[in-house]
């Protein structure tokens, strides 16, 4: 028996379905919403909503928007709240076009063509399975100066540049599986970039330069937790992804990665960590191999309590006084 409840009324079968998921995006989901609503297809499209039991009226929200539009959304509604790796998989086995297009309940787009000019792309490039594009950056209502921008197979190995919100690509259900089997025995904060990286070993991946949508940097998030733990964990798990789908030619350069990333982490939040976290960061950071000698050492360094402390603070007054 299934965990959650189906409502579909879609006439046709679609060629394209959005996956939408949901949870606690009362303020920002009509915006989702609306910015698929808006797109100018000459083909049908479903908008599939996976929404997590949120103590909010995110639920309603889209009830009402179900409603007023049953036939191009559908909704994947759970009975008790599963977490996102269970409610994105239930999204995923909801899908019923021949296209995906990714857009979380937070985020939206911002051009009328987005889908139809993906479609174009998709459709007249055999070998690519992803496109996607480049997106404004909105933080605490204002705009950031910063994009996401564009990279290729080779280098997504290495760092994610891809912003989830742009994505179109072929709904694949042996990937999907893939992908599933992997995070089944994982405690991963996300998903997405370990998807491009599978994507990427059997199609092309090709960045369009334009924008297309705004990515939304909340707080509380897997990329902007507000708990230090769950930070460590978000970059322990962009380390892990990494390395699982590297050839062994760039494990060095991962590593360093990590480790630089792993030193800023300590210099933000030295200042909370407890102090058996510490002893368990520092034995992570000892189990690393092909890594850079100093680097490693300067991690370990900062593993400590007082020097991560003092670094901690000297960051947060330099912050103040910006």
């Not at 939206?108 to 998709?122: A, E, G, I, P």
């Not at 939304?216 to 902007?224: V, Y």
Request: charged share 25%; aromatic share 14%.
């Amino acid at each position: 028996m299934k965990n959650y409840q189906v409502i579909d009324e879609t006439l046709e079968k679609p060629i394209v379905s959005v996956a939408m998921l949901a949870y606690n995006h009362s303020k920002y989901i009509n915006e989702a919403i609306d910015s698929v609503l808006m797109q100018e297809t000459d083909f049908p499209l479903q908008l599939v909503i996976a929404e997590d039991y949120s103590p909010d009226n995110t639920r309603e929200i889209i009830l009402d928007y179900q409603k007023k539009y049953p036939h191009i959304i559908k909704l994947v509604l759970q009975n008790q709240n599963v977490g996102a790796k269970q409610n994105n998989y239930d999204l995923f086995e909801n899908l019923d076009g021949k296209y995906v297009a990714a857009l979380e309940g937070d985020d939206y787009w911002v051009t009328k063509n987005k889908l139809q000019r993906q479609l174009f792309f998709l459709e007249a490039e055999e070998n690519v399975g992803l496109v996607y594009t480049n997106a404004m950056l909105l933080e605490n209502g204002v705009f950031s100066n910063r994009i996401f921008s564009y990279t290729n197979n080779q280098k997504l190995g290495i760092k994610n540049c891809i912003p989830t919100l742009t994505t179109f690509f072929i709904n694949d259900q042996s990937l999907f599986k893939e992908l599933f089997d992997i995070l089944r025995n994982k405690q991963w904060p996300l998903g997405d970039y370990p998807l491009w990286l599978i994507i990427g070993r059997k199609y092309e991946i090709k960045g369009l330069d334009e924008v297309t949508g705004v990515y939304r940097i909340t707080p509380g998030t897997a990329s902007r937790p507000s708990l230090y733990s769950k930070e460590f964990d978000f970059i322990k798990a962009i380390f892990e992804i990494q390395v699982l789908f590297n050839n062994g030619n760039e494990v060095k350069i991962i590593s360093n990665n990590f480790l630089r990333e792993y030193i800023k982490f300590f210099i933000r939040r030295g200042k909370d960590i407890e102090y058996n976290d510490f002893i368990l960061y520092k034995d992570y950071v000892k189990s690393i191999k092909e890594v850079s000698f100093c680097l490693k050492l300067l991690a370990l360094i900062v593993s400590y309590k007082v020097v991560a402390l003092v670094l901690s603070i000297t960051f947060d007054f330099f912050k103040k006084i910006k």
